[in-house]
């Protein structure tokens, strides 16, 4: 089987929204879940999925834009049971305005008896303003040593100067230069969908959230 799974959460300033995505992985059976979270007071989505079936692969990727007053949360488990399993995981957020807050917490259990398990995940996050604030907790556990590789990463950043620079001397303006460096930030998960349709969808919504914090 070869499955993809897209949730995408555009709720009213003031919703409350929690859910709990679960899935198993049989052999060489392959799923791309993917989560986006744009609107809502308090939104949580946490996927769990186990690789169980020898080969199987999960590809877990996840996208967030967290304005003023928003917070934005996903608990991600992935647990390779099976052996010779394929991880990826990858969850990219932006955060604008005053109290913007975003929680990541990506837990990975590679299992005694997952051999040959290749799996990485990683949490990417980009405050525009001050006030915003990202947490982000990447946990990995290995119970057995023969694997082919593991590892976890996580960083939280401001706009890098370089890119910046490099756009503004090439005679882009600074508001601009700004937008296409969180448009090239996201559109990394935006692209691994594989929708065309609603890779358009989802762009405009970056565009959209952009505007509506961009100062007057």
């Known amino acids: 089987a070869d499955l993809t799974v897209v949730s995408v959460q555009k709720w009213d300033d003031d919703a409350i929204h929690a859910s709990s995505h679960q899935a198993r992985v049989d052999r060489d059976a392959k799923l791309t879940h993917v989560v986006v979270s744009f609107g ?25 834009f967290a304005d003023a007053g928003q917070h934005l949360e996903s608990q991600v488990y992935m647990h390779h049971k099976g052996p010779h399993t394929v991880g990826d995981v990858l969850y990219k957020g932006a955060l604008q305005g005053e109290s913007a807050r975003s929680v990541w917490i990506g837990d990975v259990l590679i299992g005694h008896e997952a051999t040959g398990t290749d799996s990485y995940e990683a949490n990417r996050n980009l405050v525009l303003t001050d006030g ?12 057995t040593g023969d694997i082919q590789g593991a590892g976890h990463a996580s960083a939280t950043g401001r706009f890098d100067d370089e890119q910046l620079f490099y756009l503004q001397a090439r005679g882009i303006a600074e508001d601009e230069a700004r937008r296409l460096v969180v448009l090239g930030f996201l559109s990394e998960i935006v692209q691994r969908i594989g929708i065309p349709e609603l890779e358009t969808e989802l762009t405009e919504a970056i565009e959209r959230e952009l505007a509506e914090g961009a100062p007057a």
């Open 40 to 64: 809502g007071g308090v939104v949580r989505v946490n996927p769990s999925v186990e690789l169980s079936g020898a080969g199987s692969e999960g590809r877990l990727y996840g996208l967030s």
């Open 132 to 143: 915003a604030r990202a947490d982000s907790i990447p946990n990995l556990e290995i119970e």
